[in-house]
């Protein structure tokens, strides 16, 4: 079945003036020579040459003695270094005396490792400054660094601890709370943030557990309450955008209007009029989604791409293909080597019978995303439905499996090939498989009835149809 070392440039992060994470005591008077240093390493990072920037900051290490904040300036220009370079000048670093004794200088430096994806580094250091003293800002680091070593015991030992510190910081409850939603722990992560149902960030959170649990009554209920403690005048444009989605998705179109409207900075505009968009076309008013959408084209790649699928969709939701390929055309001129776009358009050229374009765009997703698992399924579908290249087809469909195995398009998909291949048990099992909960779609209930005629089961085959006749509308001609 087809269905529809975080990169810091040196000139930002060397001039920028940032708020450190830990209390720094006053930088000295900066002499000439940590002065031109300065100056010298920026322009070397600048001009990409790192072998006479490691020379400068090497000698920036001696200069900056035991001054906090110009080992800060250090770390800003390790991190823009190759990890070749950078590397033996954080473990030179570590050897010195008064950084193995600071709590700060340890944690700024397993920050560092961090940026090199050297996780197990990072989290031997915040342990040394821990060791030293256990503060909260540490334990946090470390916690997120056992989230990302996927230690989650660890990581709820040390949120525990961060709770029992301090159980109203909204980072420690939020992050815990998303840390017992994905232990398969919702129950307790949604009474983590009830608990702190005044807090307008929290309850946000809950709100879209309760979403994602099929809880909509529930989600409603908070939803009342969210919005009699949120004053529109207080919000900044981030949190417009918010719960703005947010109230889309619960359907309450008028207030999502309001907030997305009253967004007025930068790029955030192009983000607020996408879900203008998705509000008027869940209220059917394609034309005015079209014309949100196109504005939003003129925002980041991102925002555009999305605009253009957006539209694309409003415009098969129109009947209108045709209209739908050609805004599908211009997007893939514009971005060449976005997958999803050339997905939709290939899915739009099946709705035309425009097969032979259909597979073209999807082996060229295929070719340069092999782990594209929405387009080996649909390729291998077309072929198994046409009956054509079944072993080929089989071999598309089976990596889609082994990607989503619980997927249920792919899941109806490996039923109909085996169907044609002749394997009817199999076709069967994925079937039934499939089929297993309720869907919406009643193309998988004819599939599985015509699996069970070919079987002979007679009385499967019946309690099928019955379903369908119940559930769908009998399509012409049906017995």
């Known amino acids: 079945m087809m269905k529809y070392l975080i990169t810091v440039t040196a000139i930002l992060l060397l001039?920028?003036?940032?708020?450190?994470?830990?209390?720094?005591?006053?930088?000295?008077?900066?002499?000439?020579?940590?002065?031109?240093?300065?100056?010298?390493?920026?322009?070397?990072?600048?001009?990409?040459?790192?072998?006479?920037?490691?020379?400068?900051?090497q000698n920036m290490m001696t200069l900056a003695d035991e001054d906090l904040s110009r080992w800060e300036y250090i770390r800003m220009g390790l991190v823009s270094m190759p990890p070749d370079l950078a590397l033996p000048?954080?473990?030179?670093?570590?050897?010195?005396?008064?950084?193995?004794?600071?709590?700060?200088?340890?944690?700024?430096?397993?920050?560092?490792?961090?940026?090199?994806?050297?996780?197990?580094?990072?989290?031997?250091?915040?342990?040394?400054?821990?060791d030293i003293k256990k503060e909260e800002d540490y334990v946090f680091w470390r916690a997120r660094l056992h989230l990302m070593l996927k230690k989650h015991q660890l990581a709820e030992k040390d949120y525990l601890w961060l709770l029992k510190k301090d159980d109203s910081k909204e980072a420690y409850v939020s992050q815990y709370a998303s840390l017992l939603n994905h232990l398969d722990r919702a129950d307790e992560a949604k009474a983590l943030l009830e608990a702190h149902a005044n807090n307008p960030d929290l309850l946000y959170k809950s709100i879209i557990l309760a979403i994602r649990q099929g809880q909509d009554e529930d989600a409603q209920n908070q939803f009342v309450h969210l919005k009699?403690?949120?004053?529109?005048?207080?919000?900044?444009?981030?949190?417009?955008?918010?719960?703005?989605?947010?109230?889309?998705?619960?359907?309450?179109?008028d207030y999502s209007m309001d907030l997305l409207s009253a967004v007025k900075s930068g790029d955030k505009i192009s983000q607020a009029k996408l879900i203008m968009g998705n509000v008027q076309r869940s209220l059917e008013n394609h034309d005015r989604a079209i014309t949100l959408y196109r504005q939003a084209q003129n925002g980041t790649q991102e925002q555009a791409a999305l605009a253009?699928?957006?539209?694309?969709?409003?415009?098969?939701?129109?009947?209108?293909?045709?209209?739908?390929?050609?805004?599908?055309?211009?997007?893939?001129?514009?971005?060449?080597?976005?997958?999803?776009?050339?997905?939709?358009?290939?899915?739009?050229?099946e709705a035309n019978t425009q097969v032979n374009k259909m597979e073209t765009d999807l082996l060229y997703i295929i070719n340069n995303d092999p782990e594209h698992y929405d387009a080996l399924n649909a390729l291998g579908y077309s072929w198994a439905d046409r009956n054509i290249k079944l072993d080929e087809a089989l071999e598309y469909i089976e990596k889609a499996h082994d990607m989503r195995p619980d997927s249920v398009p792919i899941l109806d998909s490996m039923a109909w090939v085996h169907y044609r291949l002749g394997?009817?048990?199999?076709?069967?099992?994925?079937?039934?498989?499939?089929?297993?909960?309720?869907?919406?779609?009643?193309?998988?209930?004819?599939h599985l009835l015509e699996i069970l005629s070919a079987i002979g089961d007679e009385q499967a085959a019946k309690t099928v149809k019955t379903y369908i006749q119940k559930h769908f509308k009998q399509k012409e001609g049906q017995e």
Request: net charge negative; aromatic share 10%; glycine share 2%.
């Open 15 to 57: 001039t920028a003036c940032q708020k450190p994470d830990i209390q720094k005591p006053e930088p000295a008077e900066p002499s000439q020579a940590w002065v031109d240093a300065q100056y010298t390493v920026v322009e070397q990072l600048k001009e990409k040459s790192f072998g006479e920037a490691e020379t400068t900051l």
């Open 89 to 130: 000048m954080v473990e030179t670093a570590l050897r010195l005396p008064f950084i193995k004794k600071s709590g700060p200088q340890l944690f700024g430096f397993s920050k560092v490792f961090t940026q090199f994806k050297n996780l197990e580094d990072a989290l031997t250091t915040i342990n040394q400054a821990i």
């Open 228 to 253: 009699s403690i949120l004053s529109k005048t207080e919000m900044d444009d981030q949190k417009r955008l918010e719960i703005g989605e947010l109230s889309y998705w619960l359907n309450d179109t």
């Open 308 to 349: 253009y699928l957006f539209e694309a969709q409003s415009h098969r939701e129109l009947g209108e293909i045709r209209s739908a390929i050609r805004t599908l055309d211009q997007a893939v001129q514009l971005f060449p080597s976005d997958s999803d776009l050339r997905y939709s358009r290939a899915m739009m050229y």
């Open 423 to 446: 394997n009817l048990d199999m076709a069967r099992s994925y079937m039934e498989q499939a089929t297993k909960e309720p869907q919406q779609d009643q193309l998988l209930y004819d």
